[in-house]
């Protein structure tokens, strides 16, 4: 599997009967998505990353993996994900089967009918495809959240009122004398993308349960509250018109090459991006080789191993045996790996490598999980 490999030609298959629950491919044992950031590494431009994106989202559907979602940041060159809607536009353009999202995007910086409108949309350009997964961080630093909130919100804690507005709109069904029910968010087709609460602590986990709508955690940032954020999600759960029963993935970084030690050289690349966005210095994606050569001071040096530590990575069965423990460990239904590293070739490598270990690739049916 290479970089410049393209999708075989196929017939479009219809959507999944379920539009919440992955969909397990080949021999593996759960569905695996990918969760990306248009990442911008040294040495390449926006366009460059952009490009990329669009190939791995092509690989990816050839490759099996269930869904691609994208993220919305700001403020950081090392991310060029800035507009989820815009990008899953082309991104759905470029695709026929896989399912497209956002992972998320952050509501408090929006107003509820701009994103109702955004993902009407784009459920009617590409139908039966669309997650629309929400957080309620802002996704950057405060200056920035300040500048693109206003008018807005005024905190996060606002988030559950913004969602009950947002599902209004979606729904068409403000009750009567709301000052909001002559309104309609266009367009509105058949169906609407289903909804998912995204997060990283007990708040949107408790949220996504008492709704009844299907959660997203981010291990990959916040491995030390997964398990107890799940099992709230799943305690707090009430039965909607969604889903009868829980249902929660997480997001899993992970790096797949020849060997570890090769591996954890990539992963290191995105380990230093992550120290830097910390001390609230961001910038493009370092080179393996600049992370290699960087002076860090013992605290730095202890940031990096710890963030290393949640990062499954190594070899491909490594690493898909490391998915897997992580899987049964969580309880989680399905895993969302991200590959947050320099190089656009070893970022697709890693992904193919993974899917090919996972079992996506290897014979054995299509079933859902």
Same mark, same amino acid.
Not at 61 to 89: D, K
Not at 218 to 233: E, I, M, Q, R
Not at 300 to 310: M, Q, T, V
């Given at each position: 599997?290479?970089?410049?490999?393209?999708?075989?030609?196929?017939?479009?298959?219809?959507?999944?009967?379920?539009?919440?629950?992955?969909?397990?491919?080949?021999?593996?044992?759960?569905?695996?998505?990918?969760?990306?950031?248009?990442?911008?590494?040294?040495?390449?431009?926006?366009?460059?990353?952009?490009?990329?994106?669009?190939?791995?989202?092509?690989?990816?559907?050839?490759?099996?993996?269930? +869904?691609?979602?994208?993220?919305?940041?700001?403020?950081?060159?090392?991310?060029?994900?800035?507009?989820?809607?815009?990008?899953?536009?082309?991104?759905?353009?470029?695709? +026929?089967?896989?399912?497209?999202?956002?992972?998320?995007?952050?509501?408090?910086?929006?107003?509820?009918?701009?994103?109702?409108?955004?993902?009407?949309?784009?459920?009617?350009?590409?139908?039966? +495809?669309?997650?629309?997964?929400?957080?309620?961080?802002?996704?950057?630093?405060?200056?920035?959240?300040?500048?693109?909130?206003?008018?807005?919100?005024?905190?996060?804690?606002?988030?559950?009122?913004?969602?009950?507005?947002?599902?209004?709109?979606?729904?068409?069904?403000?009750?009567?004398?709301?000052?909001?029910?002559?309104?309609?968010?266009?367009?509105?087709?058949?169906?609407?993308?289903?909804?998912?609460?995204?997060?990283?602590?007990?708040?949107?986990?408790?949220?996504?349960?008492?709704?009844?709508?299907?959660?997203?955690?981010?291990?990959?940032?916040?491995?030390?509250?997964?398990?107890?954020?799940?099992?709230?999600?799943?305690?707090?759960?009430?039965?909607?018109?969604?889903?009868?029963?829980?249902?929660?993935?997480?997001?899993?970084?992970?790096?797949?090459?020849?060997?570890?030690?090769?591996?954890?050289?990539?992963?290191?690349?995105?380990?230093?991006?992550?120290?830097?966005?910390?001390?609230?210095?961001?910038?493009?994606?370092?080179?393996?080789?600049?992370?290699?050569?960087?002076?860090?001071?013992?605290?730095?040096?202890?940031?990096?191993?710890?963030?290393?530590?949640?990062?499954?990575?190594?070899?491909?069965?490594?690493?898909?045996?490391?998915?897997?423990?992580?899987?049964?460990?969580?309880?989680?239904?399905?895993?969302?790996?991200?590959?947050?590293?320099?190089?656009?070739?070893?970022?697709?490598?890693?992904?193919?490598?993974?899917?090919?270990?996972?079992?996506?690739?290897?014979?054995?049916?299509?079933?859902?999980?």
């Amino acid at each position: 599997m290479t970089s410049e490999d393209e999708p075989q030609a196929s017939t479009p298959q219809a959507p999944p009967a379920d539009p919440i629950r992955g969909v397990t491919r080949g021999t593996a044992p759960a569905p695996l998505s990918i969760l990306d950031l248009a990442t911008v590494g040294v040495g390449y431009s926006p366009s460059e990353a952009l490009e990329a994106t669009t190939q791995l989202a092509r690989n990816a559907e050839r490759w099996g993996y269930h +869904r691609f979602w994208v993220a919305e940041h700001h403020g950081m060159p090392g991310v060029a994900s800035s507009t989820p809607a815009v990008l899953l536009a082309h991104l759905g353009a470029h695709t +026929r089967t896989l399912r497209l999202g956002s992972g998320g995007v952050m509501l408090p910086n929006h107003a509820p009918l701009a994103i109702a409108e955004q993902f009407g949309l784009l459920e009617s350009l590409h139908p039966g +495809r669309i997650d629309l997964g929400l957080g309620r961080a802002p996704g950057t630093d405060q200056a920035t959240a300040r500048a693109l909130r206003r008018g807005v919100a005024e905190s996060p804690d606002d988030f559950p009122q913004q969602l009950a507005e947002l599902l209004h709109f979606m729904d068409g069904d403000f009750p009567d004398g709301h000052p909001y029910a002559r309104l309609t968010a266009v367009p509105q087709g058949d169906g609407r993308p289903p909804v998912w609460l995204l997060g990283s602590s007990g708040f949107s986990a408790q949220l996504a349960g008492r709704l009844g709508l299907p959660f997203a955690f981010a291990h990959h940032f916040s491995a030390a509250n997964t398990v107890p954020a799940l099992d709230l999600y799943r305690s707090s759960f009430r039965p909607s018109a969604v889903l009868d029963e829980p249902y929660a993935l997480i997001g899993v970084s992970a790096v797949a090459a020849d060997d570890e030690q090769q591996a954890r050289r990539l992963a290191r690349s995105a380990g230093l991006a992550m120290l830097r966005l910390r001390r609230g210095t961001p910038g493009l994606i370092p080179t393996p080789d600049e992370a290699e050569q960087y002076p860090y001071s013992l605290a730095e040096a202890d940031f990096l191993d710890s963030w290393l530590a949640n990062v499954v990575l190594g070899a491909p069965g490594e690493v898909a045996d490391g998915l897997e423990s992580l899987r049964k460990r969580t309880g989680a239904q399905e895993l969302m790996v991200t590959s947050h590293i320099h190089g656009h070739e070893a970022r697709q490598r890693s992904y193919g490598l993974i899917a090919e270990a996972y079992g996506l690739t290897a014979d054995g049916g299509t079933q859902s999980a």
